[in-house]
């Protein structure tokens, strides 16, 4: 069957009061992204509340739905097919070949819905439902009507045109990106981090990423593991903006001059200094991490509110409650797992320490910091100065 239109249905957007119409916008802009590398020609408009994608000839059908799916603010897709308003007598036979087409087997139950967009329509939307439903029950008596709880909900929209669908593919849900603000990733080549970024960026902010690299203890392949993870996460996100920095320099200065246990916080504690430097200029509203509770020793709530400690952004971290199998099934769903599980260490696993502290004491953090006064900012400096940006599409 040949799809002419989709008509996209959005959920939270619809509750939303006088400035709805920013987020359908938004939405808008968002599927005319998502297409934009889609083998055709499409219109994407909105119309009385409703956005719909209409396709101009050939088109890639299962690429259209794929790309679609991944628009956050989307929770709905329907494939439209678009009739002619040749009186309603055609109208019928249109519907019972509408239903012939597309449900081959007929021992199901069925409702119409139709909804007159076009007031002028010489019939209601009652007596549409109970002339259609008559004319597929005498062309298929196997079938039967359930109005409560049918098998298939027939919608037939009275347009210029004639829109019929009764097929709802499952967005993305959550609201379209950009409507939130923008934070600040902190991207490593783990599982967690990528979940977390799509997770926020659900919830309609875009985001910026920043991945810190350890050459010689860390390859090229690691760093471009993470742009791949970046570029998965862009499918949703759209694109991400990836700050690469040198931190080989700073953990190995750490690593010399403060006790081997607290390495791994005070060295997260340096990346949420750098990442928030990146977010302040960039107009970020916040830091997102994929840390959750108890996951790892850096992870505690002593260790998470030690990292807190040097931050003045808010710091958002959405898979904090979540268990590592949670995380994992995320990850497989959105495409970032097989990636996250190449073997090539970042540079949190080359220096992790054999014993770390799980309950640090900020006080005691901050103390030991004092031994890397004569050269961290030295070092600091270096770092943000040096860093790469890659654009991540």
């Not at 599927?31 to 590398?37: E, M, P």
């Not at 439903?133 to 049918?150: R, Y």
């Not at 499952?170 to 609201?175: H, I, L, N, S, W």
């Not at 495409?335 to 005691?364: L, M, R, W």
């Amino acid at each position: 069957m040949r799809y002419h239109t989709f008509l996209i249905k959005y959920g939270e957007i619809g509750i939303k009061g006088k400035n709805r119409y920013l987020f359908e916008d938004a939405l808008v802009r968002q599927v005319r992204f998502a297409l934009k590398d889609v083998d055709g020609q499409f219109e994407v408009y909105k119309s009385q509340a409703r956005i719909y994608v209409d396709c101009e000839g050939d088109y890639d059908y299962e690429d259209t739905i794929e790309h679609l799916k991944r628009v956050f603010g989307i929770v709905g897709i329907c494939p439209v097919v678009r009739m002619e308003d040749a009186g309603f007598e055609q109208l019928k036979k249109d519907i019972v070949a509408y239903m012939d087409e597309a449900y081959p087997d007929k021992r199901l139950t069925f409702k119409v819905e139709a909804r007159r967009a076009r007031k002028s329509y010489p019939l209601t939307s009652m007596e549409i439902n109970c002339a259609l439903g008559e004319a597929i029950l005498d062309a298929f008596p196997e079938t039967k009507v359930d109005v409560h709880h049918p098998d298939v909900m027939l919608n037939v929209e009275v347009r210029n045109e004639i829109y019929v669908y009764s097929r709802i593919i499952k967005g993305a849900g959550g609201m379209p990106v950009g409507t939130n603000g923008k934070a600040m990733l902190l991207l490593s080549g783990g599982i967690d981090s990528p979940v977390a970024g799509y997770m926020i960026s659900k919830r309609g902010v875009g985001i910026e990423a920043t991945y810190f690299h350890a050459p010689p203890y860390t390859s090229e392949r690691a760093k471009q593991k993470v742009v791949d993870l970046a570029r998965i996460v862009s499918r949703y996100a759209g694109p991400i903006k990836l700050h690469v920095v040198n931190f080989t320099d700073i953990q190995l200065y750490i690593y010399d001059q403060c006790p081997h246990e607290e390495l791994t916080i005070i060295m997260r504690r340096y990346m949420m200094r750098i990442a928030e430097y990146f977010a302040k200029k960039d107009g970020c509203l916040g830091l997102i991490t994929g840390e959750s509770i108890g996951q790892v020793a850096s992870q505690t709530m002593q260790s998470l509110a030690a990292t807190n400690d040097v931050c003045t952004m808010p710091v958002y971290r959405p898979v904090i409650g979540f268990d590592k199998q949670e995380i994992v099934n995320i990850a497989e769903r959105i495409g970032t797992y097989e990636t996250s599980i190449q073997p090539f260490e970042d540079c949190c696993t080359i220096f992790v320490a054999k014993h770390p502290v799980t309950k640090p004491n900020v006080e005691v953090i901050r103390r030991s910091e004092e031994h890397l006064s004569e050269k961290i900012d030295e070092l600091m400096k270096t770092a943000l100065e040096t860093a790469e940006m890659i654009e991540v599409k």
